[in-house]
């Protein structure tokens, strides 16, 4: 079993910032990918970044982020962050961590995900 447990939402002005983290911890051989995803009220679950971990650690992002958050991770803590910069009201959701890694117990790829760390962007 493989436990993801985030940190770091919470409260915060428009064009404030906050810093998510994601850890890893259980019955892991390797990490494929890790990613935040966020999903506002009323509405659907969404890719906000993406690191691919066995490609060279590329990264994409939402559109509506790019430029203002930044993905990256720490490999020997097998944990994820997500540096949140000029933060608006409508990045008001709940994020999800989420990690494709292959199972130390059965050498099969398994999806996870969080909990969810709720962030809300309001004067």
């Known amino acids: 079993q493989v436990q993801l447990v985030e940190s770091g939402g919470g409260l915060v002005q428009p064009g404030g910032s906050l810093r998510l983290s994601c850890t890893a911890s259980?019955?892991?051989?390797?990490?494929?990918?890790m990613a935040w995803y966020r999903q506002a009220p009323g509405k659907q679950r969404e890719l906000v970044a993406h690191?691919?971990?066995?490609?060279?650690?590329?990264?994409n992002y939402a559109d509506s982020v790019k430029g203002r958050f930044t993905i990256s991770r720490d490999n020997a803590k097998n944990t994820v962050y997500l540096q949140m910069n000029s933060l608006k009201p409508e990045d008001t959701a709940v994020y999800y961590c989420?990690?494709?890694?292959?199972?130390?117990?059965?050498?099969?790829?398994?999806?996870?995900w969080g909990q969810g760390t709720q962030v809300t962007v309001s004067s």
């Open positions: 989420n990690a494709d890694i292959i199972s130390d117990y059965d050498d099969d790829e398994y999806d996870y």
């Open positions: 690191i691919n971990i066995i490609n060279r650690d590329s990264t």
């Open positions: 259980g019955s892991i051989f390797s990490l494929n990918a």
